[in-house]
């Protein structure tokens, strides 16, 4: 068997950055080459697999025991936040980690002063970035993780389990994941995403979650003759953003506290252009601050003159109502973790994942451990040992269902 190092540094060094500006699907035609490795991969294992037009790879390990076994599937993104370049990916790796400091390059480091979680891993092996990149652990770790387990149930026959389904998808960054996938010809009963943080996550609760976009029409007037005629559109757009709820911002929230994010601007005096995302684990909260917004343009509309207009647009809801009927992937994943000698955190995900929307397509589906930490950053890395045992709990959960 490949070590799960090696397949993981072999996945992170394609650039598989999606692009949310992009109309195709999937949204980058790079993400496909790796998809199609993958697929490969599957195949080279005797596990008969395929990449469809969308850009999903689907494969499938049939039972090798009798009974009533529900199908499992095990879900991971190939895509890389557009937040920080993924292009030639420089990764360190730490060997027995001994504490402190770990710099990057001269003038970036991970310090434990601002990640103190670094204390948790001494004696481990650390896989970091160089500081120019993200890492791509999130979520390559959880594609090398179900690509582990798959080769270790094709190579131990001895392994009891039921119907087995693997999924690779695009685009999860950028909120269209799952926008194709098809849920009856992937042909699992349950399902877990690999693509949780630091080892023992598991999360079952998202965040509901909108988009806001608001437009000004500002009235241009020199400056020198504007009086009781101008209308800046960049102070109109900061004078809307000052009235929304400071304690609401993400700077200023946790677990179940949801947030107004101010994610874009872009403003001159004639018009002016800013997004918002809205978050919030409790269905009433998430509509009330919906409505703040509407009511800050609506005032804004009232003092200026119908100037603002706003795009509200709903992106995701909490799976939690989908899958507390069938707690059990629940219960089987912390019994898995247990197994493995980890301490299950049970969580809200302060974030959306594949999951949600899956879990509202008919395919339960939580969100386990990929084992990374700083995702979408510069600072990312994750611990070898972590990744080797969310393996370790993907062939548990399977073991468990199969009994």
């Given amino acids: 068997m490949e070590a799960i190092l090696d397949k993981f540094l072999r996945y992170i060094s394609y650039d598989t950055m999606s692009d ?8 980058s035609a790079k993400q496909l080459v790796l998809l199609r490795q993958l697929c490969d991969e599957l195949n080279a294992m005797g596990i008969k697999a395929e990449l469809d037009k969308d850009g999903y790879v689907m494969g499938s390990i ?19 936040s557009p ?26 480091a991970l ?60 685009d999860e960054e950028i909120g269209r994941g799952v926008v194709a996938f098809d849920v009856e010809k992937f042909g ?66 946790e677990g179940y506290e949801g947030f107004i994010h101010l994610i874009s601007f872009k403003g001159v005096v004639e018009e002016a252009d800013f997004a918002y995302i809205i978050r919030d684990h409790d269905k009433a909260r998430f509509e009330e601050k919906k409505q703040i917004v509407a009511d800050c343009v609506e005032f804004i509309n009232k003092k200026y003159g119908n ?7 709903d992106q995701y809801r909490n799976m939690r109502e989908m899958v507390e009927p069938h707690f059990h992937v629940v219960e089987n994943a912390v019994k898995a973790m247990e197994m493995a000698g980890i301490k299950p955190k049970i969580q809200p995900i302060r974030g959306g994942t594949d999951g ?18 700083n995702f979408h950053g510069k600072l990312e890395f994750v611990p070898l040992e972590s990744m080797e045992k969310s393996t370790e709990v993907i062939l548990n959960i399977i073991g468990i269902y199969a009994k």
């Fill in 20 to 27: 949310e500006a992009s109309e195709s699907q999937p949204s």
């Fill in 62 to 80: 049939p039972a090798n025991t009798g009974g009533d076994i529900p199908k499992l599937g095990f879900i991971a993104h190939v895509d890389t």
């Fill in 83 to 108: 937040d920080a370049s993924g292009c030639d990916i420089k990764p360190q790796i730490i060997s027995s980690y001994a504490g402190g400091d770990i710099a990057l390059n001269p003038e970036k």
């Fill in 111 to 170: 310090k434990v002063s601002e990640f103190p979680e670094l204390k948790d891993y001494v004696g481990q092996t650390i896989i970091t970035t160089d500081g120019t990149t993200l890492l791509g652990a999130d979520d390559k770790a959880g594609v090398a993780e179900i690509m582990c387990a798959a080769e270790y149930i094709m190579n131990h026959p001895e392994f009891k389990h039921g119907e087995i389904k693997i999924g690779f998808t695009p």
């Fill in 188 to 253: 699992a009963d349950f399902a877990y995403t690999m693509d949780g943080g630091a080892i023992g996550e598991l999360e079952y609760e998202n965040f509901n979650a909108a988009s806001a976009k608001i437009h000004i029409a500002g009235r241009n007037i020199h400056p020198g003759y504007a009086k009781n005629k101008m209308i800046n559109a960049s102070l109109v757009a900061m004078e809307l953003n000052a009235m929304l709820p400071v304690q609401m911002r993400p700077e200023f929230t």
């Fill in 307 to 313: 100037v603002a207009t706003a795009e509200i647009k």
């Fill in 356 to 373: 949600a929307n899956l879990s509202f397509m008919g395919l339960p589906c939580p969100n386990i451990f990929a084992g990374g930490h």
